[in-house]
């Protein structure tokens, strides 16, 4: 069973400041998704990332793909309080009939004014 | 707009009771999974579906079955609830190829058991 861990489990920050939320993996995944939760709500999709070293921008989020593909990282700059949500990576890999998702623990971020 | 809907935003159910989860999609999508949400440890894969009548057991299938007579629709039953069963349950569904496709969620189902 792949396992992913997320680091750290809870972060509180004012708006304007800087965080990085982690994802680390023993296993390889064919690609890592980042979904946000609001509560009350599924997760949405943020963004998929695929090839190992990649780094994709979402406006002032920054996603990158550890280059073994065991790992991934989400940057946000200048927190706003709209950016509060309980954030998950997720490792995609095929089982040969169906794709499946390894979710990893969650980031559950607040921001405040 | 894609929609992925579950019958009931809450429910509280009695231990032993046998208990039924609804999700309907309206993409034609092949995946659809149930998961189940616990604080600090994410989303747990209880059982998957890819096509009308298959299924495959997740990461957590005990005391779970599920049904999926028709592509939009997939259920979760709970044969006998039990106090440990209290959870968060989501529904998702998925393009069938590829490892690229996102699952788009429902709701959820706020299950407690008494």
């Known amino acids: 069973t792949q396992l992913l861990e997320q680091s750290p489990q809870f972060l509180s920050i004012q708006e304007g400041e800087n965080l990085t939320v982690y994802c680390n993996s023993s296993s390889v995944f064919s690609s890592l998704q980042w979904y946000r939760q609001e509560p009350g709500e599924g997760p949405v999709l943020l963004v998929t990332v695929v090839t190992g070293g990649e780094v994709k921008k979402l406006k002032r989020l920054t996603f990158q793909f550890g280059d073994a593909r065991k790992d991934s990282s989400l940057h946000i700059t200048a927190a706003q309080t709209g950016d509060t949500g309980l954030y998950l990576c997720a490792g995609a890999w095929y089982t040969g009939t169906a794709s499946k998702l390894t979710f990893g623990t969650g980031t559950r971020l607040q921001v405040t004014l | 707009d894609v929609k992925v809907t579950q019958s009931s935003r809450y429910l509280v159910k009695r231990t032993g009771e046998k208990v039924f989860l609804e999700c309907v999609q309206d993409?034609?999508?092949?995946?659809m999974f149930w998961y189940r949400q616990d604080p600090g440890l994410g989303l747990r894969l209880i059982y998957f579906s890819y096509d009308v009548k298959m299924k495959e057991k997740g990461d957590i299938p005990e005391g779970y079955s599920v049904s999926r007579e028709k592509k939009e629709r997939f259920s979760l039953i709970l044969e006998s609830a039990s106090t440990n069963q209290t959870s968060m349950y989501l529904c998702a569904s998925s393009l069938q190829a590829g490892t690229t496709y996102e699952q788009y969620f429902g709701p959820g189902t706020r299950l407690t058991v008494t």
């Open positions: 993409m034609d999508h092949e995946n």
